[in-house]
């Protein structure tokens, strides 16, 4: 999770609130889930007072915010901290320790957020903040794409840029990815045609072109002109088409 959400934090902190909206987290119970699974629950009272309970055990502590450094100090009784901010809202805190951008301090309020699943928060706010649908392919690999703009739109799996490649994401349909963003949704149709059914992959967007491939039973369609109407007809050669 931690690596998730280092991930996507750049993405969504231009919807993070501030610390010095101190109501945001007032009189909440935050839960941090630590490495060994332990659930360690932080009250900030308006008084100061830092209700701190690990399994059912319960300190108390003290915390302060800074306001000059938009950080927290937290006095844990065992170490005081500082901890600065890189996305605050009323479901989600991400804290790290400062002078240590690899230490976070992940914590979901419990009454936002009651499975306590802070990447799957996180992910959802992304993707309706930036308007971004799922795309599942045909092995299963979840796409995030924008749901208005398909073509040219910036893809990625888990906030992370997808390789160059092709992949399908329907029986009929694949998506031709370069430098990170979708350059061609390939569409395959199929055609009656003189010599029997056959199927043409071409640019979604656009009608039949020199070069879309052209199969007949499942195969690169043998070399020849094939009438797809009256008035309509492709020649195909290396089970392309040619003109």
Request: proline content about 3%; cysteine-free.
């Amino acid at each position: 999770m931690v690596k998730y959400v280092s991930n996507i934090v750049p993405r969504i902190k231009a919807f993070s609130e501030s610390l010095d909206r101190m109501e945001i987290f007032l009189e909440a119970p935050w839960v941090m889930i630590d490495e060994s699974g332990n659930q360690q629950k932080y009250i900030f009272r308006r008084n100061g007072e830092l209700i701190m309970s690990l399994n059912g055990t319960v300190t108390i502590g003290r915390w302060e915010y800074i306001s000059t450094a938009k950080s927290l100090l937290i006095n844990r009784i065992k170490d005081t901290i500082l901890l600065n901010q890189d996305f605050v809202d009323n479901a989600v805190m991400i804290l790290r320790m400062d002078g240590r951008d690899e230490s976070k301090f992940i914590l979901a309020n419990e009454n936002q957020i009651p499975d306590l699943d802070v990447a799957k928060y996180l992910k959802q706010l992304y993707y309706s903040r930036n308007q971004i649908r799922i795309v599942e392919t045909t092995d299963g690999i979840m796409l995030e794409v924008a749901d208005a703009y398909f073509n040219h739109l910036a893809v990625t799996i888990d906030g992370v840029s997808v390789p160059d490649g092709i992949m399908n994401y329907k029986p009929n349909r694949r998506v031709i990815i370069e430098n990170g963003r979708i350059k061609k949704v390939l569409l395959k149709k199929e055609y009656k045609s003189d010599k029997g059914i056959i199927e043409i992959e071409s640019d979604a967007s656009s009608v039949i072109q020199p070069g879309d491939l052209v199969f007949l039973n499942q195969n690169p369609a043998p070399d020849g002109k094939y009438k797809l109407g009256l008035f309509h007809s492709i020649v195909a050669s290396d089970g392309k088409v040619v003109k």
